[in-house]
């Protein structure tokens, strides 16, 4: 019992510490834009994020006309992925979470896609951040709950070869 605490806790930090250089990652030139290797490195970060983010500029954060180089909410997301990532590294428990959750947190993010499209209100970055940050935290759990359950998986059929 001990032994699967500690491997899950472990787990859990590996994931901290990866998700946690993906956010350092999409915010690096907003950090280093001073730094002479952003010249070097802008580009690239630009690349590899405009692969997970349509990274439109009037929906990224920004300072001095700088962006992050994924949107706001996306931005959410990660950062609700990591927030909750790492609160999981002190969580004993494994994780088990219905699908209420998930409903819930891609219905607001819909309601808020719609409202904008039908103009019911202008885009807000502030809301697209939330309804994000809302659905990182929720499907951090599920990709826990998943991975966990997988390598219990794994080594269950290890330990019985």
Partial sequence: M????F????????????????????SNFFIFKDSPLSIITY????????NVCHQNELKSFNDLGFNLFVCARCTGIYLGCLLISFLSVFMIRRTEIGLSPLYISLLLILTDVLFVRMN???????ISFITGL?????????????????IGK????KNNA
């Fill in 7 to 26: 491997r899950l806790k472990t787990l859990r930090a590996i994931v901290f510490l990866i998700l946690l250089t993906w956010c350092l990652g999409f």
């Fill in 2 to 5: 001990r032994k699967d605490r």
């Fill in 154 to 157: 794994f080594s269950v059929v």
């Fill in 134 to 150: 809302v659905f990182g935290l929720v499907i951090y759990l599920y990709f826990l709950e998943i991975m966990e359950n997988s």
């Fill in 120 to 126: 019911i209100y202008l885009y807000s970055k502030l």
């Fill in 43 to 50: 580009p690239v970060f630009k690349q590899i994020y405009s």
